[in-house]
């Protein structure tokens, strides 16, 4: 296993895209961390209580320095944009997801978070669909269909500026945005993105 690796499920961990067990385990089967980080590091993860109630805290202290936060975080939400277009994953998931990343700083992605909070918060998510009846569920998610077009278009303008290095993610919830001021209409006309 090599360090980008490592570096990922120290990140799926932090992130809790993995589980704090999942990540115990596959640490007892990966003592070649040792010789990347060195052994100081290495047992101090292994002394950690997995089954404090702490250990979330004490792993991410832990953890947080190793992380290349930049490129996780640019590869993340660069597969979030990709699912709104592609449709490969629960709009509304996807969308809660991107409004919390709003929220806590990525401000480059207010029209999908205001698009979010606007109403489709309130929309059930595919995974409940056995809990409602199906002509009601069909019913609120029709809405989907309407704004889809608006929330594509946002998200392959932003993909454009991520991949063009307009927009640069260096760490959690940090950015740097390098384009003019009239290029960031979702910052400075809002209410133009929603009569479009």
């Known amino acids: 296993m090599n360090k980008e690796d490592m570096q990922k499920q120290f990140y799926n961990v932090y992130r809790a895209l993995i589980s704090i067990s999942e990540f115990e385990e596959w640490l007892y089967v990966t003592p070649e961390i040792e010789n990347v980080y060195g052994n100081d590091f290495y047992f101090n993860l292994l002394d950690l209580n997995y089954r404090?109630?702490?250990?979330?805290?004490?792993?991410?202290?832990?953890?947080?320095m190793k992380i290349p936060f930049g490129d996780f975080e640019h590869m993340r939400i660069v597969s979030l944009l990709e699912?709104?277009?592609k449709e490969n994953r629960d709009l509304v998931e996807v969308l809660e997801e991107l409004y919390d990343d709003?929220?806590?700083?990525?401000s480059f992605l207010r029209f999908l978070g205001l698009t979010y909070m606007?109403?489709?918060?309130d929309l059930p998510k595919l995974k409940q669909k056995e809990?409602?009846?199906?002509?009601?569920?069909?019913c609120k998610r029709n809405i989907l269909n309407t704004i889809k077009p608006k929330m594509v278009k946002?998200?392959?303008?932003?993909?454009?500026l991520l991949k063009n290095g307009l927009l640069r993610i260096n760490g959690e919830y940090n950015f740097e945005d390098f384009r003019n001021e009239e290029e960031k209409i979702e910052l400075n006309?809002?209410?133009?993105?929603?009569?479009?």
């Open 52 to 64: 404090s109630r702490f250990i979330k805290h004490d792993l991410e202290k832990l953890i947080k």
């Open 102 to 106: 709003y929220c806590r700083g990525y």
């Open 154 to 160: 946002e998200a392959q303008r932003l993909l454009s």
């Open 83 to 85: 699912h709104i277009i």
């Open 118 to 121: 606007s109403g489709i918060d």
């Open 131 to 138: 809990k409602w009846n199906n002509k009601e569920f069909d």
């Open 189 to 196: 006309n809002i209410e133009k993105m929603f009569k479009d």
